[in-house]
């Protein structure tokens, strides 16, 4: 049996969006703007089956192609039984991608012995309390209350909501940090981030997004968006600011969860993709929740 699995379009968030606002687990791989903004990077399509669940399918690389944990409200065995048929119809063999323990343990209850879960450190996603971030209170948040009050009395500046009146203004700046980094139109990585970026800011509005910039000496220099994963945790998806601005990726951070975020307990800020750069800078903000997760193959 083959799925009926289609691509992911800006018009398919509310199908897609209902069975997400169900879901309990916290990582990002169920969000629809992450999930819609690099459709053209993991070619991921969809599928809603009579049986009542939402079918996810991608590729990561050169990786096989798998499927997301499917979400819904029947029985968990024959969503993961009517995923091993379809990879077996394609001639794939079978994965499951993003398993995060927990979701591992549920399909274990179902499926008792039938699969090996093996973990990848460089898909692990950082979660942090929002308290934290807000008031970043103590010793281990010293650097960052430095960083802060250094660029405080450096600039003059304000904090925005993004509203489609400075969406040219974050492009504009997008396009500066392209610039700082090598330009974003050789390098593939770079290549599918920028349109992921325009696909983003193209449909804003669309995708219900929170996000907020900063205004330095009268320039958007940063800003960050995102969206709630659960209930009680909300996912940041990008966050941008120049490196000639001291300071600026740490106020932005700040700002953009006290702004936006305070309603949540929790803030995924995602993986680090096994840039050791990008592994410490997250680790420096001290998580307090280190998202495990990897992947499912047969026995």
Not at 108 to 120: D, H, I, L, Y
Not at 240 to 256: C, R, V, W, Y
Not at 259 to 266: D, E, I, K, M
């Amino acid at each position: 049996m083959i799925l009926p699995f289609t691509p992911v379009t800006i018009e398919d968030r509310a199908v897609i969006q209902s069975f997400f606002d169900l879901n309990g687990f916290r990582n990002c791989d169920f969000s629809f703007s992450n999930i819609f903004s690099w459709q053209h990077s993991y070619n991921t399509t969809f599928a809603v089956c009579e049986s009542g669940f939402l079918y996810i399918r991608f590729q990561v690389g050169n990786q096989l192609p798998g499927y997301l944990f499917p979400l819904g409200n029947g029985d968990l065995q024959t969503a993961i039984e009517t995923l091993m048929q379809d990879a077996a119809a394609r001639g794939n063999d079978f994965r499951l991608y993003a398993i995060t323990t927990e979701m591992f343990d549920l399909i274990e209850q179902s499926m008792p012995g039938r699969f090996v879960f093996e973990t990848k450190r460089d898909w692990f996603e950082y979660i942090y309390s929002s308290e934290d971030l807000i008031h970043l209170v103590g010793k281990k948040f010293q650097s960052k209350r430095n960083h802060i009050n250094k660029f405080k009395r450096t600039y003059q500046w304000e904090y925005l909501p993004i509203t489609p009146e400075i969406i040219p203004d974050c492009l504009k700046l997008y396009d500066r940090w392209c610039a700082e980094n090598g330009g974003c139109n050789t390098e593939q990585t770079l290549i599918e981030e920028r349109i992921a970026t325009q696909k983003v800011f193209a449909n804003y509005e669309k995708l219900q997004l929170k996000g907020g910039a900063l205004r330095i000496d009268g320039e958007i220099l940063a800003y960050s968006y995102g969206q709630a994963l659960t209930a009680d945790t909300f996912g940041v998806h990008a966050e941008k600011s120049l490196a000639e601005i001291d300071g600026g990726f740490t106020l932005m951070n700040q700002q953009f969860v006290e702004h936006n975020c305070a309603a949540y307990r929790y803030i995924n800020r995602e993986e680090d993709l096994g840039l050791d750069s990008l592994r410490q800078a997250k680790m420096s903000y001290q998580p307090v929740i280190l998202l495990e997760k990897g992947s499912i193959r047969k026995k």
